[in-house]
C-alpha cells in the first residue's frame, strides 16, 4: 500500500513507497489495487480479495518483509512461480516495501473433486503425477497449491508459500494426493487403429460388388471419423498476431483470451491450450492466452530532471522514450528540466511502454532578482520564485517557533541578481515540540452558561427634557445634559427643530468570492528616496505582501505576482509608510 496520497501517481521529484496493507475496505495496495476484504493470514502473508482496474476481481498476496530471512524466501518463492508458470498468476512485484504477488480466478474442476469420482482417466492421473513432479523441484508439493482440472489437463490456480521442505517431505504429500487419486476405478489407455472399423466388411463380401461407388463412401466415412491429425506448434511468447498466424496455416482454429505477466511484452502469448508439441485433428481449435495487463496511470515528471524521472517512471512500470531538446525560455524553465512529456500526466497506458519527454535547454540571456521571501509561506515563496523565472529545489525543515511551513532563510539572498533559472533554496519552520516534564492535570469542567438580564429600561427625568443635537447620518443620536440658567439663551420664540432618530440601514453586501488576481507593477526609474512596500486591500482587510525595502533596490524593476483576494482588491504602494500610488488588480 502506498503512503500518503496512494490513489493517486507519485508526486513530483519523490517516488512512491510501500507499506504493509491495512484490513480496513477502500484502502489500495500500491496505488493500483483497493482492497475489499481480507481472506486470510498465515505467518509473515497476508491475502486480501481486491478490485484492479475495468471492475475485475484479484486476490494478493501481501508479504510483510522485515528481515533479510523474509526477503530471501520470497525471491524463493518467486523463482518457483517462475518455474511452475501458475495458470492463476498475474504479477509478481519484488521492490523495497512491496512484496507481492497477484491471482486471478481460473475456471475447472478442482482436484479434491476429480479423486472423489469412482472412475478417473488414466490420462488425467498421469498429468497430475507430471505436475507433482514439477511442483517438487521447485520444492513445493500438491498440496501446497490449488490445482484444478481442464479435461485431463491441471493448472496451479495458487500457490500458497510455505517454508523449505525435504525431498523426503515432498515425496509423503505427493504420495498421500495421488493414492487418493489412483483410489476406484481407472480407466486405461486405448490405442486407436485408424481403419479396424473396417473389418466388419470381411463379412460382408456382397458389398464389394458395389464397385467405385461403395469404394469413394468408405474413404468418404473414413476421412469424416479419423480427420488427418496435425502437431501444435508451440507458440508462447511469441506476438499474438504472430502465433495465431502459424497455427491458422496448419490447418486450426484460433480464439484468443486475456491475462497478465509482469515478465513479457503486452500482446505476447502467456499460454496455449493443448500445449505445444500435442497431436490435433486438423480443424480444431487452440485457445491462445494474450498478455493484456491493466492499465497503468502516467505520473507528473515535468520540472523534473531525467535523473529523478527515473523513479517514479519506474515505479509505475514504465520506462523514459525519445528526449527532444527544446528552448527554457518561453515557459521559464531552467536548463535540463522536463517542459513537457508524452502522454501526458493521469493518461492509461500499458507496462513497459515510453514516455517522451521535451526538456529545457535554457533561459536565454535573462536576469532576474527574487525578494524576502522570509516570513511567507512556502506556497507563497514557491509562487514567488516561479513569477521571476526561478525554481525551489532544495527545502530544508527546521524546528522554530515559528507558524509551520514559514520561510526563515532563503539563498540567493533577497533583491540578489542572479540568471533566470537559478536555483532557490529555502529553509522552513517545522512544529518544535518538548514533551511536558510532568503529566498534565485534566481541566477543570467549566461553569454552565447563564444568559445575562436583558437590560432595563432608561427612563428620562421628568423635570427637564434633555436636549438633542441634530443627527449625522448614520451616526447614533446622543442626548445632552440640561444647561444651566447662565447658559440658557434667550427666548426668540421659534421653535428648536425637532430631531428623529437615525433609521438603521443594514450595511451593503460585500463580495467575499474568493478569487486570483494578479500583481503587475513597474517602479519609475527616478524613484524617490524612501522605503517603499506593497499590501493589497480587499473584503477581508488589508495584509503586507512585500516588507520596505529601499527605493534604490526597486527603481525601474517589475514588481508581479498572483495572490488569490476575497472580493474586489487594489493594490496600494506605500513610500515611507505615506500611500504613494494604488494599482488595480489583474
Known amino acids: 500500500m502506498t503512503g500518503p496520497d496512494s490513489s493517486k501517481p507519485a508526486g513530483q521529484g519523490q517516488s512512491r513507497t510501500s507499506s504493509p496493507p491495512s484490513s480496513l475496505p477502500n484502502q489500495l495496495i500500491d496505488g493500483k489495487y483497493r482492497v475489499l476484504r481480507e481472506l486470510a493470514q498465515d505467518g509473515h502473508v497476508r491475502l486480501f480479495e481486491v478490485q484492479a482496474a475495468e471492475g475485475v476481481t484479484r486476490q494478493v498476496a501481501w508479504f510483510e518483509v522485515v528481515s533479510p530471512a523474509d526477503r530471501q524466501q520470497f525471491h524463493a518463492y518467486r523463482t518457483a512461480l517462475r518455474s511452475v508458470n501458475p495458470a492463476g498468476l498475474t504479477d509478481v512485484v519484488a521492490r523495497p516495501g512491496a512484496y507481492y504477488a497477484v491471482w486471478q480466478p481460473v475456471t475447472g474442476t478442482p482436484l479434491q473433486e476429480v479423486a472423489a469420482q469412482p472412475t478417473k482417466r488414466q490420462e488425467t492421473i498421469d498429468a497430475v503425477e507430471a505436475l507433482g513432479r514439477k511442483?517438487?523441484?521447485?520444492?513445493?508439493?500438491?498440496?501446497?497449491?490449488?490445482?484444478?482440472l481442464h479435461g485431463d489437463q491441471p493448472e496451479v490456480a495458487y500457490l500458497r508459500p510455505v517454508p523449505a521442505r525435504t525431498p523426503e517431505d515432498i515425496a509423503a504429500l505427493n504420495a498421500g494426493v495421488l493414492s487418493g487419486?489412483?483410489?476406484?476405478?481407472?480407466?486405461?489407455?486405448?490405442?486407436?487403429?485408424?481403419?479396424?472399423?473396417?473389418?466388419?466388411?470381411?463379412?460382408?463380401?456382397?458389398?464389394?460388388?458395389?464397385?467405385?461407388?461403395?469404394?469413394?463412401?468408405?474413404k468418404a466415412a473414413q476421412i469424416y471419423l479419423n480427420p488427418p491429425v496435425g502437431e501444435v506448434a508451440s507458440v508462447t511468447s511469441r506476438p499474438a498476431q504472430e502465433a495465431a498466424k502459424a497455427l491458422t496455416s496448419k490447418g486450426f482454429r484460433v480464439e484468443y483470451t486475456y491475462g497478465e505477466s509482469g515478465t513479457l511484452p503486452v500482446g505476447a502469448v502467456i499460454r496455449q491450450e493443448p500445449e505445444g508439441g500435442t497431436n490435433l485433428p486438423i480443424g480444431r481449435q487452440v485457445i491462445l492466452t494474450v498478455n493484456k495487463p491493466t492499465p497503468l496511470i502516467v505520473p507528473k515528471i515535468e520540472d523534473m530532471t531525467l535523473q529523478q524521472a527515473e523513479g517514479p517512471l519506474k515505479d509505475s512500470a514504465l520506462k523514459l522514450g525519445k528526449v527532444?531538446?527544446?528552448?527554457?525560455?518561453?515557459?521559464?524553465?531552467?536548463?535540463?528540466?522536463?517542459?513537457?512529456?508524452?502522454?501526458?500526466?493521469?493518461?492509461?497506458?500499458?507496462?513497459?511502454?515510453?514516455?517522451?519527454?521535451?526538456?529545457?535547454?535554457?533561459?536565454?540571456g535573462e536576469e532576474t532578482f527574487i525578494i524576502d521571501l522570509r516570513g511567507l509561506t512556502f506556497d507563497q515563496a514557491r509562487e514567488w520564485a516561479r513569477a521571476a523565472g526561478l525554481v525551489v529545489t532544495d527545502v530544508t525543515r527546521q524546528p522554530s517557533d515559528k507558524t509551520e511551513n514559514t520561510v526563515l532563510s532563503q539563498e540567493p539572498a533577497p533583491w540578489a541578481t542572479v540568471p533566470v533559472g537559478s536555483k532557490v533554496k529555502l529553509v522552513i519552520a517545522s512544529v518544535k515540540?518538548?514533551?511536558p516534564s510532568t503529566p498534565a492535570e485534566p481541566l477543570p469542567i467549566p461553569p454552565p452558561y447563564v444568559p445575562p438580564p436583558p437590560p432595563e429600561p432608561v427612563t428620562p427625568p421628568s423635570?427637564?427634557?434633555?436636549?438633542?443635537?441634530?443627527?449625522?447620518q448614520g451616526q447614533p443620536s446622543t442626548p445632552t445634559p440640561s444647561p444651566t440658567p447662565e447658559q440658557t439663551a434667550p427666548d426668540t420664540g421659534t421653535t428648536a427643530p425637532q430631531t428623529t432618530p437615525a433609521q438603521d440601514t443594514p450595511p451593503p453586501a460585500v463580495d467575499t468570492t474568493p478569487r486570483q488576481v494578479n500583481l503587475r507593477y513597474t517602479f519609475p526609474a527616478e524613484l524617490p528616496a524612501g522605503t517603499y512596500s506593497i499590501t493589497v486591500q480587499d473584503a477581508s482587510g488589508e495584509r503586507e505582501i512585500m516588507p520596505g525595502v529601499g527605493a534604490e533596490q526597486v527603481a525601474g524593476r517589475l514588481a508581479q505576482a498572483p495572490l488569490t483576494v476575497q472580493g474586489n482588491a487594489v493594490f496600494i504602494i506605500r513610500r515611507n509608510g505615506a500611500e504613494y500610488t494604488r494599482v488595480a488588480a489583474q
Open 433 to 435: 515540540y518538548t514533551p
Open 135 to 148: 511442483l517438487a523441484d521447485s520444492g513445493f508439493a500438491l498440496t501446497d497449491a490449488d490445482v484444478v
Open 463 to 472: 423635570q427637564t427634557p434633555a436636549q438633542t443635537v441634530p443627527q449625522t
Open 181 to 218: 487419486l489412483r483410489g476406484g476405478r481407472v480407466k486405461q489407455k486405448r490405442e486407436r487403429r485408424p481403419g479396424a472399423w473396417l473389418g466388419w466388411l470381411t463379412f460382408v463380401p456382397g458389398l464389394l460388388f458395389l464397385g467405385g461407388a461403395g469404394w469413394l463412401g468408405a
Open 324 to 364: 527532444i531538446k527544446v528552448d527554457g525560455t518561453v515557459s521559464k524553465t531552467p536548463e535540463g528540466r522536463i517542459v513537457a512529456q508524452i502522454p501526458p500526466a493521469g493518461a492509461s497506458t500499458q507496462r513497459n511502454q515510453p514516455v517522451q519527454v521535451m526538456v529545457s535547454t535554457g533561459v536565454r
